[in-house]
């Protein structure tokens, strides 16, 4: 081959996907380039002392002093834009279950709240029906409007409480135990006494089988109502996220550094099951996983990573990857930190927190519709501006639950 | 190739703040940039991070960045550093027997003959493939793409030399 025809060749080369690549880019860039600290003093220093003087006075002198203040946070701050003030409905519907340093609050579609009580922890029944909440060594299950329904009192600390789909079981952690309770409160049954601090996950078709990681590291799926151990194998390194999917057929898990889906196949002569080897998701160079959870469907992997150069060049991405191809599309870029996802209970949603801006962002999944961006976050979980921890997301329930 | 004198000017604005001057500067330079880091790599997503990282280092570094230089090659040699490193972890884990998943096909409608290049290249090392994209892509001399790998210049001319008659013998093969 001629050199000159190599040079035709390579230059002609297109990468997949280039064009929306390079409008993600752009945003990024612009993002950074915008809060930049050298950007943000293009003035003269006589007119910057100026300006300066002439904004101190303001914040003196006038009442709107608070405002003022805030403005500047705004204009130098992450976040989307033209954000909504307040949170004033759920895009999509459904109702959310948010953890403040208060305790967890119920949100419904039309965005008003109610603090369930004095819990650390929550997690949604599987038709939102009730809410099992931690106190400490208490585990509760409650009702939506704050009604304690029961408690029981555990022998350690309680924590990723996970109700069953069938509403039959509710599993946890207690110290370094895994334990399952009948979903009314009775039965206790101590699963394994030495366990990963990983939650728990049940099968999603209702049976009643429950995986989770051993103190070994090695992943185990286990027949609560006695039937023992069906599978084990080896959890990928440092292990932080377990979920079953689609139809029993598959596990995520998640760690910082690697995403991996198993099948998980009924044996022809037991009731075992057989876990198969694991698929890798491809990341971006370098990324860390922060989050990630299939959809409701079980189709989708959405996957919430860290990514570039430390410091300002740090953006987060979510990247959704197709389950039976482990195709990746990247859904969104935004500077800083992003902090979890949620999806929603129909899957045409993915919730996201942005903790610096302060935002929770809701941004479609499927096809395309704007990002709604929604401010406040903080103040809207912490009324009296007791402040504390940014709220997290506990979970997007179901279908409104049926009158009762 | 975008005349040294006017990339001066956008930088010099880019630099006061002007954010048009920085998209100038951005779309006269994305695509070189994701398309040497894809030859590089061979991975869409990969190359796309990897010229984000070049262009945020770039930002970050703006108003330190003398502006009787040319950005191109400031930026590529990032690129291009940063894609070898990218290739070589990719190749240790490969080696260490971490399965992948499939990736997405070859985009509709690429011809036979660049499909040819890629998988040619793709038996090429990474640093031989970093050369040949260096100096047939982006057109640097092996003086300039010595001081951008920081290796002697007799190192490039040898990589870009067995480069292209592995790349010939491979292509030759596939024609047969």
């Given at each position: 081959?001629?050199?000159?025809?190599?040079?035709?060749?390579?230059?002609?080369?297109?990468?997949?996907?280039?064009?929306?690549?390079?409008?993600?880019?752009?945003?990024?860039?612009?993002?950074?380039?915008?809060?930049s600290?050298?950007r943000?003093?293009?003035?003269?220093?006589?007119?910057?002392?100026?300006?300066?003087?002439?904004?101190?006075?303001?914040?003196?002198?006038?009442?709107?002093?608070?405002?003022?203040?805030?403005?500047?946070?705004?204009?130098?701050?992450?976040?989307?834009?033209?954000?909504e003030?307040?949170?004033?409905?759920?895009?999509?519907?459904?109702?959310?279950?948010?953890q403040?340093?208060?305790?967890?609050?119920?949100?419904?579609?039309n965005?008003?709240?109610?603090?369930?009580?004095?819990?650390?922890?929550?997690?949604?029944?599987?038709?939102?029906?009730?809410?099992?909440?931690?106190?400490?060594?208490?585990?509760?299950?409650?009702?939506?409007?704050?009604?304690?329904?029961?408690?029981?009192?555990?022998?350690?600390?309680?924590?990723?409480?996970?109700?069953?789909?069938?509403?039959?079981?509710i599993?946890?952690?207690?110290?370094?135990?895994?334990?399952?309770?009948?979903?009314?409160?009775?039965?206790?049954?101590?699963?394994?006494?030495?366990?990963?601090?990983?939650?728990?996950?049940?099968?999603?078709?209702?049976?009643?089988?429950?995986?989770?990681?051993?103190?070994?590291?090695?992943?185990?799926?286990?027949?609560?109502?006695?039937?023992?151990?069906?599978?084990a194998?080896?959890?990928?390194?440092?292990?932080?996220?377990?979920?079953?999917?689609?139809?029993?057929?598959?596990?995520?898990e998640?760690?910082?550094?690697?995403?991996?889906?198993?099948?998980?196949?009924?044996?022809?002569?037991?009731?075992?099951?057989?876990?198969?080897?694991?698929?890798?998701?491809?990341?971006?160079?370098?990324?860390?996983?922060?989050?990630?959870?299939?959809?409701?469907?079980?189709?989708?992997?959405?996957?919430?990573?860290?990514?570039?150069?430390?410091?300002?060049?740090?953006?987060?991405?979510v990247?959704?990857?197709?389950?039976?191809?482990?195709?990746?599309?990247?859904?969104?870029?935004?500077?800083?930190?992003?902090s979890?996802l949620?999806?929603?209970?129909?899957?045409?949603?993915?919730?996201?927190?942005?903790?610096?801006?302060?935002?929770?962002?809701?941004?479609?999944?499927?096809?395309?519709?704007?990002?709604?961006?929604?401010?406040?976050?903080?103040?809207?979980?912490?009324?009296?501006g007791?402040?504390?921890?940014?709220?997290?997301?506990?979970?997007?329930?179901?279908?409104?639950?049926?009158?009762? | 190739?975008?005349?040294?004198?006017?990339?001066?000017?956008?930088?010099?604005?880019?630099?006061?703040?002007?954010?048009?001057?920085?998209?100038?500067?951005?779309?006269?330079?994305?695509?070189?940039?994701?398309?040497?880091?894809?030859?590089?790599?061979?991975?869409?997503?990969?190359?796309?991070d990897?010229?984000?990282?070049?262009?945020?280092?770039?930002?970050?570094?703006?108003?330190?960045?003398?502006?009787r230089?040319?950005?191109?090659?400031?930026?590529?040699?990032?690129?291009?550093?940063?894609?070898?490193d990218?290739?070589?972890?990719?190749e240790?884990r490969?080696?260490?027997?971490?399965?992948?998943?499939?990736?997405?096909?070859?985009?509709?409608?690429s011809?036979?003959?660049?499909?040819?290049?890629?998988?040619?290249?793709?038996?090429?090392p990474?640093?031989?493939?970093?050369?040949?994209?260096?100096?047939?892509?982006?057109?640097?001399?092996?003086?300039?793409?010595?001081?951008?790998?920081d290796?002697?210049?007799?190192?490039?001319?040898s990589?870009?030399?067995r480069?292209?008659?592995?790349?010939?013998?491979?292509?030759?093969?596939?024609?047969?």
């Amino acid at each position: 081959m001629r050199e000159q025809r190599l040079q035709e060749l390579l230059r002609q080369t297109e990468v997949p996907g280039a064009a929306d690549a390079e409008r993600r880019g752009m945003l990024v860039v612009e993002a950074a380039f915008g809060r930049s600290p050298t950007r943000r003093r293009p003035l003269p220093r006589l007119a910057a002392t100026v300006a300066i003087a002439v904004l101190l006075t303001a914040l003196l002198l006038s009442p709107a002093g608070a405002a003022v203040r805030d403005w500047i946070g705004d204009v130098f701050s992450a976040g989307v834009p033209n954000a909504e003030p307040e949170l004033t409905r759920i895009p999509g519907g459904g109702r959310l279950l948010v953890q403040s340093s208060q305790g967890p609050w119920v949100v419904k579609p039309n965005g008003s709240r109610r603090l369930l009580g004095d819990y650390r922890e929550a997690g949604w029944s599987p038709r939102g029906l009730f809410v099992a909440a931690v106190a400490g060594r208490v585990l509760s299950a409650i009702e939506p409007d704050g009604t304690p329904h029961w408690s029981i009192s555990a022998a350690a600390t309680v924590r990723d409480p996970r109700w069953s789909p069938s509403g039959l079981e509710i599993a946890y952690l207690a110290g370094s135990a895994l334990y399952v309770i009948a979903g009314d409160g009775t039965e206790e049954v101590r699963v394994d006494g030495a366990v990963a601090p990983v939650p728990p996950s049940f099968s999603s078709r209702g049976l009643a089988q429950l995986a989770y990681i051993d103190g070994d590291g090695r992943l185990r799926i286990v027949d609560v109502t006695g039937g023992g151990l069906l599978a084990a194998a080896r959890a990928v390194a440092g292990i932080r996220v377990l979920q079953w999917g689609r139809g029993d057929s598959l596990l995520l898990e998640g760690a910082p550094r690697a995403l991996r889906l198993r099948s998980v196949a009924t044996r022809k002569t037991s009731a075992a099951l057989r876990i198969g080897s694991p698929t890798r998701l491809r990341l971006p160079a370098g990324a860390t996983v922060r989050a990630a959870a299939l959809s409701p469907d079980g189709d989708t992997v959405a996957a919430l990573v860290a990514a570039g150069a430390a410091g300002a060049g740090r953006r987060s991405e979510v990247i959704l990857f197709r389950v039976g191809s482990g195709a990746p599309r990247r859904l969104f870029t935004a500077p800083g930190s992003l902090s979890e996802l949620a999806w929603s209970p129909d899957g045409d949603r993915l919730l996201l927190a942005w903790p610096e801006a302060d935002q929770w962002l809701f941004v479609p999944a499927r096809g395309s519709g704007r990002v709604r961006a929604v401010d406040g976050i903080s103040r809207a979980f912490a009324p009296g501006g007791s402040g504390g921890a940014f709220p997290r997301i506990e979970g997007w329930c179901c279908v409104p639950a049926p009158p009762r | 190739m975008v005349a040294a004198e006017s990339e001066g000017r956008l930088v010099r604005e880019a630099q006061r703040g002007s954010k048009d001057a920085l998209a100038e500067l951005y779309s006269r330079h994305w695509s070189d940039a994701q398309r040497a880091a894809y030859l590089v790599v061979h991975d869409a997503s990969a190359s796309e991070d990897i010229a984000q990282d070049a262009f945020l280092a770039a930002v970050a570094a703006l108003d330190r960045f003398d502006r009787r230089r040319r950005l191109a090659p400031w930026l590529h040699r990032i690129v291009v550093n940063k894609s070898i490193d990218w290739a070589r972890r990719e190749e240790l884990r490969r080696a260490v027997g971490e399965p992948d998943t499939e990736l997405p096909a070859p985009a509709a409608g690429s011809q036979q003959v660049g499909e040819d290049l890629m998988a040619a290249l793709a038996d090429l090392p990474p640093d031989q493939r970093a050369v040949v994209v260096l100096r047939h892509l982006l057109g640097y001399t092996p003086g300039q793409i010595a001081r951008m790998l920081d290796l002697p210049r007799g190192t490039v001319n040898s990589r870009l030399r067995r480069a292209l008659d592995r790349l010939r013998s491979l292509l030759e093969e596939n024609d047969r």
